[in-house]
């Protein structure tokens, strides 16, 4: 069986401006899996998972494709992000 992994979608800019709490959400997710007794549980977050030089699109949809659990944090910033609306 393959590693499971999850996808955290999120507006970058809100974790900016709540200093970072979206991505310790994203830990302490990660963390209560884990104490589930999936022990390589990740999930895939921009932040902490591209790279520079790294091909950012193809990655994000390669790790969006490959997921079994998708954590959309959905707000007003999200929602006007550009291609939200499916155009």
Known sequence: MSRPLGF?????????HANGRLSELR???EAEVRDHGVSDFH???DKSDIRGGDDWKQLIQEKL???TVLIPLVT???LSAPGADGR
């Open 43 to 45: 999930l895939f977050q």
């Open 65 to 67: 494709y490959a997921s």
């Open 76 to 78: 007003p910033t999200f």
């Open 27 to 29: 830990e302490v997710l």
């Open 8 to 16: 955290f979608s999120y507006a970058t800019v809100n974790d900016v």
